[in-house]
């Protein structure tokens, strides 16, 4: 987005109306900032009221330069609106409640706003959208699965729908046991539509490629899994052959693995790693991505090693999953006592940071790959990247 999005002219009129704040919200110096305005999602989006320090308007995820326009001028429409119609009140109030992270309450908001303001409501895209989101967060993968389907038909630009698709597909992955199926298969149809449409940002795109090709592995459909992964791959290729630079292009090295991954040939993005590592040797993420291929290619010794890099150039939370992938070079190795030593080095220094700070996720990997290794001698897998 800061390379694609960021410089349209269309942002640049509001200049004067808006003070933009670009935040890296792992930086130490920045936590003040991320325990007030605590983030669920990369990138998210916020409008803040500057006098009140209040959350006007959040958007999780990516957005058009269209998108972003419409994202500050709601905000700026809340801010200074006295006579709001009931529908763009029900709205402001579900875009507080995201602020607040009350993600159930502002579902029900946002529901609100969409009944009030009707078919023809102008903010209805966003606030259908929003609401997936929310049930999304809110951990209700059941109820964002059928939002997503209600919503796609309120959705008309490309970009909007594919977040749909994508969004509703990822939670009716997470519906456990055979009830997800129905969701799966009344969302993938959608997801295959906006996959190929004019107007989808890289980022999304590459999203809806990899629930797709989750959603054809769940389905037991090996061959098509792969196919999708084999798209993937090759989209991620030319997008980052299209990179101005060394860091624009290292922003698809995540995704390019794990589409490798998934195609069954992680060994095909050992050149694009190797290249990012050397040409960004201050950034700790090249490094990283590097360490989990190498564990994938059985090459413990070199994942420890650019673990170690990476280590050294990690920073607040991001530490974490750094020390994970540390263990587990260490417990390929066979060195199970330093691996135990890294993962309990790893919830210590998760524990110390606030609560709005902590890598819950990698908290989690960590504790099972502990229980692991008290019950099995079996190498613990690669830690993976995963999109959004």
Known sequence: MRAYVLPDGRLAKLAGRFVWLDVDTEKPRNAAFVE?????????????????????????????????????LDGERALTSRRATRADAALARADR???????????????????????????????????????????????????????????????????????????ALEIEGDAGRPAVAGLE???????????????????????????????GDDAGAKALAARWLAFLEGEARRAKGPLARSAFDGQRLEAARRLGHPERVLAA?????????GEYVPPTNLGVLYLELGRPKDALAQAERALALAEGPRRVRVLVLKAQ?????????????????????????????????????ARKLLEQMGESSSVPRAAGQSHG
């Open 189 to 219: 149809p959608a997801a295959r539509r906006a996959l190929d449409a004019k107007g989808v940002l890289a980022d999304d795109r590459s999203w809806l490629f990899d629930v797709l090709s989750s959603a054809r592995a769940e389905a």
């Open 273 to 281: 790693l190797t290249a990012s590592a050397r040409d960004l040797p």
């Open 36 to 72: 007030r305005f605590p983030i669920d999602a990369w990138p998210t989006i916020l409008v803040l009221d500057p006098e009140r320090e209040q959350i006007l308007v959040r958007w999780a995820g990516t957005a058009t330069a269209e998108q972003i326009e419409r994202l500050a």
């Open 97 to 171: 409640l995201l602020g607040e992270r009350k993600h159930a309450e502002a579902a029900a908001a946002y529901r609100e706003a969409l009944a009030a303001g009707g078919p023809s409501w102008p903010r209805g895209e966003r606030a259908a959208e929003a609401l997936v989101q929310s049930l999304g967060f809110a951990g209700d993968p059941a109820a964002c699965a059928e939002a997503a389907r209600a919503s796609l038909p309120l959705v008309t630009s490309p970009a909007s729908r594919a977040r749909v698709a994508a969004q509703g597909l990822s939670c």
């Open 329 to 365: 070079a260490e417990a390929a190795l066979g060195e199970r006592g330093a691996a135990r030593a890294t993962l309990e080095r790893a919830l210590q220094e998760s524990d110390a940071f606030p609560e709005a700070r902590r890598p819950r996720g990698y908290e989690r990997r």
